[in-house]
């Protein structure tokens, strides 16, 4: 039976995310980097914090990270949620320090502490074409 | 450029519209309401407003033109910055006051919240937009990361993890409040008791949020009328209410969370010392605090960032009764947005006011001279005021 909510889809076409996006279809987390100082940062900006830059290119990153901080939902914001409660947001550190968020959907959410390491996977779904970044517990 | 003098300032009017679930009216009516009750408790006419800071969503300075019957207007703001917009709209309202760029600034704050508008509501009814809206919808909104009780979770739980900070304090918040509500005939849980068996039973919605750490949503509106406070005094009406300081504060990365360097960073660590600074007060010398309070935990983390304390020790602040009426530190003496309403922060101000005029009722703090006042905001803006009799 399909669900008839929309999952909140993200813009995969917006230039500031196509790279990322783009990313995670072939399994990698790509972050921003600017093209003039080396900067890394995340989210996307259209300038550089360090120099203001405005040209970039996007890194691969290792796929291994450390829980920063976490969030497990026990009523969901949106109806599209719901079946996948209690459901866990893991914002996953790296080692460089760039953080980025993702779902930990089907893991044990009693699991998910700070100080937790993780491993990215990557989550095709094929009605909209998005490829979604779970984090992981490593066993 | 010489900076703010203390008590240049005086809140010299206040209203409130009744505090309800379920209107008939809009939030504009109810913006009126309130602004209207503000300049006849300031004992001045509607139509003399010369200034206006609109806090609210909704409202333009043409609509308080029309509802007021302003016929001067010199000077108009809208401040965005969620619930710390009404302190920062005092804020900003007594520095035009001091310039002169306006005599009688009318400051406002109101949503028919309950009625039309429920945070959260992306699937239907109008879109509540943050600030960072491309973050939001491309890195948080597709991965379940939509409500604000589950950005703070991301601040709490990483406060926990960093400090092993006592899982009591919020209780003790939740508690505290709605006890002080019951003191209030104007608090929508005026009525409804809270055990301590009710906190621990309430559902977990987000970690570590239950049910009832979080505010009310509520309809209903506030405002303030700031003058000169030698205006006021001259005007012979209710005796003014001065305001020692106010400050404004933004953290790193004021639309992010997730990358803030330091996620326990918020503006009101950087407006606090300001304040004090330009009030030429100690902290242990205030008689009250009216802390905002969307979520039991953000009033824990905003003492500690003010300075009451270090990280990870509110909640022993907290305890043994410090912050109740006849503590050492009486705190959200009127309920609060726990269970008062959820006024934006505005009500906090106008019970400031009331404790300073000594009409506050059961909830009255003895010898009330000096207090504090905070909002906070979107993702850790704040705002901060000083205000004594």
Same mark, same amino acid.
């Given at each position: 039976?399909?669900?008839?909510? +929309?999952? #909140?889809?993200? !813009?995969?076409?917006?230039?500031?995310?196509?790279?990322? &996006?783009?990313?995670?279809?072939?399994?990698?987390?790509?972050?921003?980097?600017?093209?003039?100082?080396?900067?890394? +940062?995340? #989210?996307?900006? !259209?300038?550089?914090?360090?120099?203001?830059?405005?040209? &970039?290119?996007?890194?691969?990153?290792?796929?291994?990270?450390?829980?920063?901080?976490?969030?497990v939902v026990y009523r969901a914001p949106h109806p599209w949620f719901k079946e996948h409660l209690p459901y866990a947001i893991v914002v996953a550190e790296l080692e460089n320090g760039l953080r980025l968020l993702g779902n930990a959907f089907g893991v044990d959410v009693e699991k998910i502490q700070c100080g937790v390491r993780v491993k990215a996977h990557f989550q095709h779904d094929e009605d909209s074409g998005?490829?979604?970044?779970?984090?992981?517990?490593?066993? | 450029?010489?900076?703010?003098?203390?008590?240049?300032?005086?809140?010299?009017?206040?209203?409130?519209?009744?505090?309800?679930?379920?209107?008939?009216?809009?939030?504009?009516?109810?913006?009126?309401?309130?602004?209207?009750?503000?300049?006849?408790?300031?004992?001045?006419?509607?139509?003399?407003?010369?200034?206006?800071?609109?806090?609210?969503?909704?409202?333009?300075?043409?609509?308080?033109?029309?509802?007021?019957?302003?016929?001067?207007?010199?000077?108009?703001?809208?401040?965005?910055?969620?619930?710390?917009?009404?302190?920062?709209?005092?804020?900003?309202?007594?520095?035009?006051?001091?310039?002169?760029?306006?005599?009688?600034?009318?400051?406002?704050?109101?949503?028919?919240?309950?009625?039309?508008?429920?945070?959260?509501?992306?699937?239907?009814?109008?879109?509540?937009?943050?600030?960072?809206?491309?973050?939001?919808?491309?890195?948080?909104?597709?991965?379940?990361?939509?409500?604000?009780?589950?950005?703070?979770?991301?601040?709490?739980?990483?406060?926990?993890?960093?400090?092993?900070?006592?899982?009591?304090?919020?209780?003790?918040?939740?508690?505290?409040?709605?006890?002080?509500?019951?003191?209030?005939?104007?608090?929508?849980?005026?009525?409804?008791?809270?055990?301590?068996?009710?906190?621990?039973?309430?559902?977990?919605?987000?970690?570590?949020?239950?049910?009832?750490?979080?505010?009310?949503?509520?309809?209903?509106?506030?405002?303030?009328?700031?003058?000169?406070?030698?205006?006021?005094?001259?005007?012979?009406?209710?005796?003014?209410?001065?305001?020692?300081?106010?400050?404004?504060?933004?953290?790193?990365?004021?639309?992010?969370?997730?990358?803030?360097?330091?996620?326990?960073?918020?503006?009101?660590?950087?407006?606090?010392?300001?304040?004090?600074?330009?009030?030429?007060?100690?902290?242990?010398?205030?008689?009250?605090?009216?802390?905002?309070?969307?979520?039991?935990?953000?009033?824990?983390?905003?003492?500690?960032?003010?300075?009451?304390?270090?990280?990870?020790?509110?909640?022993?602040?907290?305890?043994?009764?410090?912050?109740?009426?006849?503590?050492?530190?009486?705190?959200?003496?009127?309920?609060?947005?726990?269970?008062?309403?959820?006024?934006?922060?505005?009500?906090?101000?106008?019970?400031?006011?009331?404790?300073?005029?000594?009409?506050?009722?059961?909830?009255?703090?003895?010898?009330?001279?000096?207090?504090?006042?905070?909002?906070?905001?979107?993702?850790?803006?704040?705002?901060?005021?000083?205000?004594?009799?």
């Amino acid at each position: 039976m399909g669900n008839p909510v +929309q999952r #909140p889809l993200p !813009d995969i076409e917006d230039p500031l995310y196509q790279a990322h &996006f783009q990313g995670l279809k072939d399994q990698q987390l790509r972050v921003q980097q600017c093209d003039a100082c080396g900067q890394l +940062q995340w #989210p996307p900006r !259209d300038l550089c914090k360090q120099c203001h830059g405005d040209r &970039f290119h996007w890194p691969v990153m290792p796929d291994q990270a450390v829980v920063y901080t976490y969030s497990v939902v026990y009523r969901a914001p949106h109806p599209w949620f719901k079946e996948h409660l209690p459901y866990a947001i893991v914002v996953a550190e790296l080692e460089n320090g760039l953080r980025l968020l993702g779902n930990a959907f089907g893991v044990d959410v009693e699991k998910i502490q700070c100080g937790v390491r993780v491993k990215a996977h990557f989550q095709h779904d094929e009605d909209s074409g998005v490829c979604f970044l779970r984090w992981v517990p490593k066993q | 450029m010489s900076r703010y003098q203390p008590d240049t300032a005086a809140i010299a009017g206040i209203g409130e519209t009744e505090y309800t679930r379920g209107t008939d009216k809009s939030g504009l009516q109810l913006l009126m309401e309130a602004s209207l009750k503000a300049c006849a408790d300031a004992g001045i006419e509607s139509s003399a407003v010369d200034g206006l800071v609109m806090t609210s969503r909704v409202g333009t300075n043409e609509d308080f033109v029309a509802g007021l019957g302003i016929t001067d207007l010199k000077f108009h703001a809208h401040i965005k910055i969620g619930g710390a917009s009404p302190v920062a709209g005092l804020h900003l309202a007594c520095h035009a006051v001091a310039s002169g760029i306006a005599e009688r600034v009318l400051v406002s704050a109101g949503r028919n919240a309950y009625s039309s508008m429920r945070l959260g509501a992306t699937d239907s009814g109008p879109r509540v937009v943050w600030p960072g809206d491309d973050i939001r919808r491309n890195l948080e909104y597709p991965y379940g990361m939509i409500a604000p009780m589950q950005w703070y979770s991301l601040h709490a739980n990483r406060w926990f993890h960093e400090t092993n900070a006592s899982r009591e304090g919020m209780a003790t918040v939740a508690l505290n409040t709605r006890r002080h509500a019951h003191l209030n005939p104007r608090a929508w849980f005026r009525d409804r008791p809270m055990s301590r068996e009710d906190y621990d039973a309430s559902p977990m919605l987000v970690t570590p949020f239950k049910l009832l750490d979080v505010c009310l949503e509520t309809d209903g509106a506030a405002a303030i009328l700031v003058t000169r406070a030698d205006a006021a005094r001259r005007a012979g009406g209710k005796p003014p209410v001065y305001v020692a300081a106010t400050a404004e504060g933004h953290p790193d990365s004021p639309d992010d969370l997730s990358n803030r360097p330091d996620i326990l960073g918020m503006g009101i660590g950087k407006a606090a010392p300001r304040a004090l600074d330009i009030a030429g007060i100690r902290l242990d010398e205030l008689d009250f605090a009216e802390i905002y309070d969307c979520f039991t935990f953000i009033v824990l983390r905003q003492l500690e960032e003010i300075g009451f304390c270090q990280r990870g020790e509110a909640p022993d602040f907290v305890a043994n009764g410090r912050i109740a009426l006849g503590g050492e530190l009486p705190l959200n003496t009127h309920g609060g947005l726990l269970s008062q309403a959820h006024i934006s922060g505005m009500n906090h101000v106008v019970e400031a006011v009331r404790q300073l005029r000594g009409d506050a009722g059961q909830a009255q703090v003895a010898g009330a001279h000096l207090g504090l006042v905070t909002g906070y905001g979107d993702f850790g803006d704040g705002a901060i005021a000083i205000l004594h009799n």
